[in-house]
């Protein structure tokens, strides 16, 4: 359990620049994991199983990527109790992101707006932090799992966008338990209309054919003294600014490319349930509370499409082990936490996870 409240902290960290306060959070998880210093926000980790995807989840909670873009901070993460782990969005090249300031709390509405663009180090730098993690070697019944997030970089035309993510696939498909396949991000010009049927179906089309290639060439133990092709599962993450006949057409082209599982949903341009609060004009992805509704809407078209076997990872608006529950029922196999991390601190995901253990 952890030992020191986050109601203690919270303050202090919200007196600072939303995104002061994130660096300088960053780098104390990124310093302290592995050191006696970790008892501070470590909890103990849920129970609770699930298959999906060929991959055991050891609960049904995880980080969503957004929060550690460059893969520092994966066992900081992982001893807060989270079954699984997401870390970027990775893009080939090093880049700042969007113009400072680009991150804005909305704490009336538990929410928060961010442009921030990608900032990240790097492929290079990214894969060098991930092979320093060392969760890997704990010795756990249900080892946490980790998924690598990629996109492209905001300097390459959307017509090149494909070869942006096949960059990143190579790199991170060694050491990857999922890959997920970032399109939805409303920070970066035109990523968007990578979500349309024919961009969408060229995207995946090439993602899934160098993925055959990339199993071949990464073999593992077959348990016959042999191998065989590593296959790491593919999610594709999505926005909650859909329509029904949008969410159809996405289901449709993840099922005929054999992906593996949708990520519903990334933040909101919407401003409707923020109008009139400080910073709610403000350009970028809206998350937190207000993203509850709308990305459990696109999560039961999903299930709808997709039918009861699809894996679905929930995310978007869970600030209360209820509001995962919430989620689940809408139709997500797992959900995935970050603003609610934010509002409420490392206890929110033991809660969570044990109220979608215990759910009815």
């Known amino acids: 359990m952890s030992l020191i409240p986050y109601a203690l902290t919270r303050p202090f960290l ?12 960053m780098d104390m998880l990124s310093r302290g994991q592995g050191t006696p210093l970790q008892w501070a926000w470590c909890n103990e980790t849920v129970d609770d199983p699930i298959e999906l995807a060929g991959l055991t989840f050891p609960n049904r909670v995880g980080m969503a990527a957004g929060l550690d873009k ?3 901070c994966i066992d900081a993460l992982g001893a807060m109790g989270f079954g699984f782990v997401e870390v970027g969005t990775v893009t080939p090249k090093p880049q700042p992101g969007n113009p400072k300031p680009r991150m804005f709390r909305l ?7 961010n442009r921030l663009g990608f900032n990240n180090d790097g492929l290079n730098a990214f894969v060098r932090n991930v092979q320093q993690a060392k969760f ?8 946490m799992l980790l998924g690598l997030n990629i996109g492209k970089n905001a300097a390459t035309p959307i017509e090149n966008a494909t070869a942006d993510y096949l960059t990143c696939l190579d790199g991170v498909y060694p050491h990857a338990d999922y890959v997920t396949v970032n399109i939805s991000s409303p920070n970066t010009q035109n990523l968007r209309a990578l979500q349309s049927d024919a961009a969408l179906d060229s995207l995946l089309g090439a ?9 071949r060439q990464y073999t593992r133990p077959d348990g016959k003294g042999g191998t065989q092709a590593r296959r790491v599962p593919i999610f594709v993450k999505i926005a909650p600014d859909l329509d029904e006949a949008q969410v159809a057409v996405i289901a449709s082209t ?6 593996d599982g949708v990520i519903a949903t990334n933040t909101t341009i919407g401003r409707s349930a923020v109008q009139g609060l400080r910073h709610a ?6 998350s937190g509370a207000p993203v509850l509704e709308a990305s459990n809407q696109v999560i039961r078209q999903l299930r709808a499409a997709l039918g009861s ?16 529950v919430a989620k689940i029922r809408a139709g997500a196999d797992v959900v995935q936490i970050y603003t609610g991390l934010i509002y409420e601190g490392p206890a929110l995901v033991s809660k969570a996870a044990q109220a979608i253990k215990t759910m009815a």
């Open 14 to 25: 919200f007196g600072m620049d939303a995104e002061a306060a994130h660096d300088l959070t």
């Open 70 to 72: 460059n893969a520092r």
């Open 107 to 113: 704490p009336e509405a538990k929410a928060l707006i």
């Open 136 to 143: 890997r070697t704990q010795k756990r019944r249900h080892p």
């Open 207 to 215: 993602i899934a054919e160098r993925r055959e290639v990339l199993a």
């Open 254 to 259: 993840l099922e005929r490319h054999g992906m």
């Open 281 to 286: 004009n403000e350009t970028g992805g809206l």
């Open 309 to 324: 076997r699809f894996p679905i990872i929930g995310v978007g608006g869970i600030m209360s082990a209820d509001a995962a």
